[in-house]
């Protein structure tokens, strides 16, 4: 099964940039298979549940200043980043 499968497809976004790495530029580059960019709260949800039941690692980007380094993709799997969830 597929992320696609719960989430749209405008949802999913191919990893690059900066949802690799930490915008102080410490050239700390990570991995991700995806990058997650949900609108609402049920797709959050849908994305927490489809990593846990098919046990991807999810890395969770916020603002992506990375002070300690808890932005940074290192195991693979999906970035969720919240920055559409603005309500």
């Not at 597929?2 to 690059?16: F, G, H, K």
């Not at 690799?20 to 549940?49: F, I, N």
């Amino acid at each position: 099964m597929e992320l696609t499968s719960v989430l749209p497809a405008e949802a999913i976004v191919e990893p690059q940039g900066r949802y690799l790495a930490d915008l102080l530029g410490r050239g700390v580059q990570g991995e991700a298979e995806a990058v997650v960019l949900p609108s609402t709260p049920e797709e959050v949800a849908a994305t927490m549940r489809w990593c846990y039941e098919h046990d991807v690692p999810l890395t969770a980007r916020g603002g992506g200043t990375g002070l300690a380094g808890g932005a940074i993709p290192i195991s693979g799997g999906v970035v969720i980043g919240f920055e559409r969830l603005n309500k």
